[in-house]
Nanobody, 124 residues
């Protein structure tokens, strides 16, 4: 059984930074792509970023490109999301997602396990 545990959310002022972490267990982490999504109240869950099993390929939503960076440490079974230049519109619950295979992008169907979510609130 795969488990994903997120941490690092919180309250930050606009322009600030946060780093989210997601620790995975239950599968050979280095064999799978990973992703981050977010969901604001009353809205759908949106893709933010994804990373390949070895970390050499990343994809980003246009809304976060140049501000957010996804990375992974396969020795620690952990994926990260570094968020800089945060804006109030980045406020949402952020979810880590485990890919069904190696190639993952924005399609939610490519992921089969999800973390519990961590709240990020950006004040203006």
């Amino acid at each position: 059984q795969v488990q994903l545990v997120e941490s690092g959310g919180g309250l930050v002022q606009a322009g600030g930074s946060l780093r989210l972490s997601c620790a995975a267990s239950g599968r050979t982490f280095s064999n799978y792509g990973m992703g981050w999504f977010r969901q604001a109240p009353g809205k759908e869950r949106d893709f933010i970023a994804s990373i390949s099993p070895r970390g050499d390929t990343t994809y980003y939503a246009d809304s976060v490109k140049g501000r957010f960076t996804i990375s992974r440490d396969n020795a620690k079974n952990t994926v990260y999301l570094q968020m800089n230049s945060l804006k109030p519109e980045d406020t949402a619950v952020y979810y880590c997602a485990h890919g069904r295979g190696g190639l993952v992008r924005e399609d939610l169907r490519l992921y089969d396990y999800w973390g519990q979510g961590t709240q990020v609130t950006v004040s203006s």
